[in-house]
Structures are given as C-alpha cells and as structure tokens.
C-alpha cells in the first residue's frame, strides 16, 4: 500500500474516532447513552488489507465494562478527554507524515535528475 494511501486512511479512522468520543462527551448527561468507540488498531488493519479501493468506515461500537450511573449513562469524562487527546496526537502525526511524503516529492520534482 502505498504511504499516502495509507495515512489518507489513518486520517479518516482518527476523524471517525474523534466523532465518537466528541458525541460521547456531549451525552454526559443524557439518561441511558453508553459510550461507543472504535478498535483503532483493528480497523486499521482491515483498512491496510482491505484493498486500495475499498473506504474506510468503522461502526463505532459499545464499551463494554465501564460503570454505570444510576441514570444508565456510562460515559466517564476522564477516559474521554483521554480518547480526545490520544486522537487529536495520532491526527496531528499523521498530518506532519502527510507534508513529509509531499516535500521528499517536490524535493524529487524540482531536483530531477541533478
């Protein structure tokens, strides 16, 4: 797979994830809502062997053992704001990658051949 290829995926599992753990957020106080994620490390490997023209899409999934509220809310701020930080660095290594594969290009374009 080609790199590009690769973290174009990346970056789409860290936005889908990021979606997740926003909404988990938001439902603190919604009676009930149990927290969803994704296996990151699982769903990127599907997305690696998946085939080139295959897009990336993780159904978010329920977490299961987290405690309960009396309400049947499970969404613990801590882990979330964990999540969130997790992702955002995971997001931001994969951009910095993303410039690095396109300036060692354009260093190649405008070297060629000297």
Same mark, same amino acid.
């Given at each position: 797979m080609e790199a590009?290829?690769?973290l174009q995926r990346y970056l789409t599992l *860290? +936005?889908? /994830? @990021? *979606?997740?753990v926003v909404n988990n957020m938001a439902n =603190?106080?919604?009676p009930g809502y149990r927290t969803r994620d994704i296996d990151f490390r699982g769903e990127? @490997? /599907?997305a690696m062997y998946s085939g080139p023209a295959s897009?990336?899409?993780a159904a978010g999934q329920e977490v299961k053992g987290l405690v309960e509220r009396p309400d049947g809310n499970n969404v613990n701020l801590d882990r979330e704001g964990m999540a969130l930080a997790e992702t955002q660095m995971q997001y931001r290594a994969a951009v910095q990658l993303i410039r690095s594969e396109f300036h060692r290009l354009i260093t190649? =374009?405008? +070297? !060629? !051949?000297q």
């Open positions: 590009l290829d690769f *860290t +936005s889908q /994830r @990021h *979606t997740l =603190i106080d919604t990127l @490997h /599907r897009l990336v899409s190649a =374009i405008t +070297s !060629g !051949g």
